[in-house]
């Protein structure tokens, strides 16, 4: 099998699953969803390479690259009566990891600057390309509201990394850099 198709090269690409518009333009709503998705599960793809001496941190980056795949299979796929593969499990399983970070750490009393390590660096630009997919999968949610939960895990998602980027700084015994403004 050919990896490419030629059938976007005119700036369409196919939708998944039945639906009524399978063809879209690339710069649909929906495409640019899933696109912010897979952007952010390739840069935690680029984190979990810093991690090396954080095993612990690197399997759950791992286990979160799984569930964005299936959170961006769910934003292609058109079909109205999906089973979406997203669920509320996925949402209380980065709650109870942040839980677990959380209380490892001293208490948050001011902003931070995202800074630290290589690793920690990393972990707050996925950070922010998660909340960028976010906005996405939120305006994307205005037309199939089945994507509510998706917008959820996303939200927790951007909260685990926040922490996760504290709990390596405070691993490395890197203090936070509170921000001045």
């Not at 649909?28 to 810093?50: C, K, P």
């Not at 001011?110 to 390309?129: D, E, K, N, Y």
Request: hydrophobic share 40%.
């Amino acid at each position: 099998m050919k990896i490419y198709t030629r059938t976007g090269d005119l700036g369409q690409t196919s939708l998944w699953g039945r639906g009524t518009q399978k063809r879209v333009s690339k710069d649909s709503v929906r495409v640019e969803a899933y696109g912010a998705v897979d952007e952010a599960n390739a840069l935690l793809g680029v984190a979990r390479t810093f991690l090396v001496s954080h095993q612990d941190v690197e399997h759950v980056l791992e286990q979160i690259q799984h569930r964005l795949f299936a959170l961006g299979a769910d934003l292609s796929n058109i079909n109205p009566e999906r089973d979406n593969r997203t669920t509320e499990q996925d949402i209380a399983n980065l709650e109870r990891i942040i839980d677990h970070w959380d209380q490892q750490l001293p208490p948050l009393r001011h902003f931070i600057l995202p800074s630290g390590s290589p690793s920690v660096a990393q972990l707050h630009v996925c950070r922010t390309v998660v909340r960028r997919a976010e906005r996405r999968v939120v305006t994307l949610a205005t037309e199939d509201e089945s994507l509510v939960l998706h917008v959820k895990y996303l939200n927790r998602l951007s909260d685990l990394l926040f922490v996760a980027a504290r709990f390596v700084n405070h691993l490395d015994g890197v203090s936070d850099a509170e921000a001045k403004f």
